[in-house]
């Protein structure tokens, strides 16, 4: 039986992950900041599908315990066969108002965290001649707008590079970069997002299901949802001066 790595595990994307992947019979390590969410998910996962379970608590914002997930990945007495790179979350207003520690912060979790985990897993697969690496990124990437749509940039881009250098070794690498989804991100975040029209919005159980599809295709860039794909498509043909004024608007100060 093949074993799966979550990070993020406990509640949107990354919860919809485990369920998908211990559904179709993969062993599941859950990595998150609370352990009695992973406890919680530990307990539902073995007992509605009969897998085995193991949880990890991680702060990927902290080093020390990237490291810790980075060993569990690289164990050879412990394969993972599939790692998700899940983790994440945003910071409410514009750059120049944070703390940098804060940036710092978010930037060590979306992408320093990525990177570290990706070397990990990539190398114990190619190893073994076989593997997957998903790295959750974001339609946002695709645009300019604040430190967040440049890290997820940074997260597709990284992960186009790695399935190049993974090409013909047995191990894929694959980008899934959704767009906005029906998660608790958002809250977190802080940011109302009543004006999204309900056309954008995804459900994060079928865009996973989709990823996984993309992923047995051997895909390098998952992008759920027709609008989306179509979105991304335009994106292509757009000026950058004018992807960069939307950008601008967006974060613009409210007078």
């Known amino acids: 039986m093949s074993t799966a790595l979550v990070t993020g595990a406990t509640s949107g994307i990354g919860l919809s992950f485990a369920h998908q992947l211990a559904e179709r019979g993969h062993d599941v390590v859950l990595v998150a900041r609370d352990r009695v969410r992973l406890e919680n998910v530990s307990d539902e996962l073995r007992a509605k599908y009969g897998v085995a379970t193991e949880i990890l608590v991680a702060d990927l914002a902290e080093r020390a315990d990237t490291g810790k997930v980075a060993e569990r990945l690289a164990d050879r007495a412990r394969p993972v066969d599939l790692l998700v790179n899940n983790a994440g979350y945003s910071l409410k207003g514009h750059f120049l108002d944070h703390d940098v520690t804060e940036e710092e912060a978010l930037f060590d979790v979306l ?145």
């Not at 940039?153 to 767009?179: D, I, K, N, Q, R």
């Not at 999204?196 to 989709?210: A, N, T, Y």
Request: aromatic letters at 6%; one cysteine or more; hydrophobic letters at 40%.
């Open 111 to 255: 992408c320093r965290a990525v990177l570290v985990l990706s070397h990990a897993a990539a190398n114990a697969m190619r190893g073994r001649g076989h593997g997957a690496v998903v790295n959750v990124s974001s339609v946002a990437g695709f645009i300019a707008a604040g430190t967040y749509s440049a890290e997820k940039s940074f997260v597709t881009v990284f992960t186009e590079g790695l399935a190049s250098e993974l090409a013909g070794s047995g191990v894929t690498a694959t980008a899934l970069c959704p767009g906005f989804t029906h998660t608790e991100f958002h809250e977190r975040a802080g940011v109302s997002m009543s004006r999204i029209p309900d056309f954008l919005w995804l459900e994060s159980d079928r865009l996973v299901r989709d990823c996984l599809d993309d992923v047995a295709k051997g895909k390098v860039v998952s992008v759920p949802g027709p609008q989306y794909k179509a979105i991304v498509g335009g994106l292509r043909f757009v000026p950058r001066s004018l992807v960069r004024s939307r950008g601008a608007r967006v974060h613009r100060p409210k007078r």
